[in-house]
T-cell receptor
Framework: ETGVTQSPTHLIKTRGQQVTLRCSSQ?????VSWYQQALGQGPQFIFQ???????GRGNFPPRFSGLQFPNYSSELNVNALELDDSALYLC???????????????FGSGTQLSVL | AQSVTQPDIHITVSEGASLELRCNYS??????LFWYVQSPGQGLQLLLK??????LVQGIKGFEAEFKRSQSSFNLRKPSVHWSDAAEYFC?????????????FGKGTHLIIQP
């Protein structure tokens, strides 16, 4: 158990719809990252949030957006869903310190999104 | 650009036999290197990581990995596998906590354990 929880665990949407995935970080963690894992592939970095601001972004279009809240929980929003968005979405939290940098990632179990 | 190659998509090993999973990386600076394991329906669990120091690193569950800079490799090994080791294994490269560029993962190696 990592202390990172994601909801829902499974979700089915149709093409063109919008979806919101949620993540509750491990207690004390101030950084959250989101990854997309397509079937048979490794996870791909979507973006990272630190202190409620986007801190870095992978090669994903703007219809992928996120939020980090003051309690360090997070949301991933995807607009105009496409069939290729079907994947396991993983949230990972970590603690970033001014002196020592960012410590290791703790991953949640993911949300399985199916787009029909 | 950083990249990770895991040449073996599937590996089948008999229970009790030794295991080596291959990983080659490309990274502009001194990398953090990681091995993660993923069981079906689960997230990723960190097995071990390397940044500097001794090139042979020990991890959890009896795993170890050896960093070879000259070969840009970071292969994972275990002397004797157990049936519970059956899972998907991912090698990754990047900054410690992912950083602004996140971690770059390989496509994974599916480990099958034969009785």
């Amino acid at each position: 158990e990592t202390g990172v929880t994601q909801s829902p665990t499974h979700l089915i949407k149709t093409r063109g719809q919008q979806v919101t995935l949620r993540c509750s970080s491990q207690s004390g963690h101030n950084t959250v990252s989101w990854y997309q894992q397509a079937l048979g592939q490794g996870p791909q970095f979507i973006f990272q949030y630190y202190r409620e601001e986007e801190n870095g972004r992978g090669n994903f279009p703007p219809r992928f957006s996120g939020l980090q809240f003051p309690n360090y929980s997070s949301e991933l929003n995807v607009n105009a869903l496409e069939l290729d968005d079907s994947a396991l979405y993983l949230c990972a939290s970590s603690l970033r310190l001014a002196v020592t940098g960012t410590e290791k990632l703790f991953f949640g179990s993911g949300t399985q999104l199916s787009v029909l | 650009a950083q990249s990770v190659t895991q040449p073996d998509i599937h590996i089948t090993v008999s229970e009790g036999a030794s295991l080596e999973l291959r990983c080659n990386y490309s990274y502009g600076a001194t990398p953090y290197l990681f091995w993660y394991v993923q069981s079906p329906g689960q997230g990723l669990q960190l097995l071990l990581k390397y940044f500097s120091g001794d090139t042979l690193v020990q991890g959890i569950k009896g795993f170890e990995a050896e960093f070879k800079r000259s070969q840009s490799s970071f292969n994972l090994r275990k002397p004797s596998v157990h049936w519970s080791d059956a899972a998907e294994y991912f090698c990754a490269v990047g900054a410690e906590g992912g950083g602004a560029d996140g971690l770059t993962f390989g496509k994974g190696t599916h480990l099958i354990i034969q009785p």
